[in-house]
């Protein structure tokens, strides 16, 4: 063989072991990338059941139809939001419901309708008497009593729970970072000051703005929007790249303020077949204030109430 074919049979070889280090190396990082990114997951996965592990707590309600059949099959759901003021500046005790809302979801139109129902809303609890405010629902039968006193009222399903103590928001809100809410009116609160427009909420000044009520002229009315407003802010914050980077937080802020009867693998289907919808429709149940026996109520009309049904049966596909 020449010289100049002995070079030229060199150089490839040489060139050809040069490609397959390349590859080598580039295979390896494929595999470790993998290998990290399976761990990652994995880790990821048992930390999330580990955190529902310890929020499940199943309750009795007397809901006709079967909210684990219904979600499986991917129709639209409900699930009663509860806000406690157990750990309200300090609170310890049981606490009562001051935030009460029914959330639909539906995938097929995208959409997610909230309900607030003002918490001095006057209904009949059986063993109780026809007087009550729907908050004292959770004070006499907890969890339980309060979904069905709000399904009955309603006459609509409640397939679920969601309750979190207002001491979670402010865990929640350190976790998530700020977010940014339009707020419809000017006041100042516990030392915090919101303007009208759009203004920054964080873990130091969330429960000043979602507590406030005194200075509103709608009253609880005013409250109830803002924390339908600050609830869907940190919903669509969960979703972001930060929030998911920092999901070990956000699973300690939950785990340690949050109670539901969602199962774990409940959730993997709500992740994966409802996640669409995060178009919301914000609605409120109206009534007026009334003093009944020198108790402040607010009196909602049948008619009002037969509305905000519709549109949650509209909402669940229900026919009747």
Not at 113 to 138: C, M, Q, W
Not at 259 to 287: C, H, P, W
């Amino acid at each position: 063989m020449s010289e100049n074919k002995k070079r030229l049979s060199g150089h490839r070889h040489h060139h050809q072991s040069k490609k397959r280090k390349i590859w080598s190396i580039v295979i390896a990082l494929l595999i470790l990338f993998f290998v990290i990114d399976g761990l990652i997951i994995a880790k990821v996965y048992n930390d999330t059941r580990s955190a529902v592990d310890t929020t499940y707590h199943k309750v009795k309600n007397k809901s006709e139809r079967d909210a684990t059949r219904t979600i499986s099959n991917g129709k639209p759901f409900s699930i009663l939001l509860l806000g406690t003021d157990t750990g309200d500046y300090g609170r310890t005790y049981k606490g009562r419901t001051d935030t009460m809302m029914v959330a639909v979801v539906n995938p097929n139109t995208k959409k997610t309708a909230l309900v607030s129902i003002p918490r001095d809303t006057e209904v009949a609890i059986p063993g109780h008497g026809f007087e009550n405010k729907i908050n004292s629902a959770y004070t006499y039968g907890g969890t339980s009593m309060a979904m069905n006193i709000v399904q009955s009222y309603l006459n609509v399903p409640i397939d679920h729970y969601i309750e979190m103590n207002m001491g979670g928001l402010v865990q929640l809100s350190s976790a998530l970072g700020s977010i940014k809410v339009k707020n419809d009116l000017d006041f100042t609160n516990l030392g915090y000051h919101f303007k009208k427009g759009t203004v920054t909420i964080n873990k130091s000044n969330i429960l000043a703005y979602t507590r406030m009520r005194y200075q509103d002229s709608r009253g609880d009315y005013g409250r109830q929007l803002r924390q339908r407003l600050v609830l869907e802010g940190l919903v669509k914050k969960i979703a972001t790249v930060q929030g998911i980077t920092n999901y070990q937080n956000i699973l300690s802020a939950l785990s340690s303020n949050m109670k539901t009867d969602i199962t774990f693998n409940e959730m993997k289907t709500i992740a994966t077949k409802y996640r669409s919808a995060d178009k919301v429709k914000q609605i409120q149940l109206q009534g007026y204030g009334k003093m009944i026996d020198g108790i402040s109520f607010q009196v909602v009309p049948q008619k009002n109430v037969d509305a905000v049904t519709t549109e949650l049966k509209s909402a669940l596909e229900l026919t009747k």
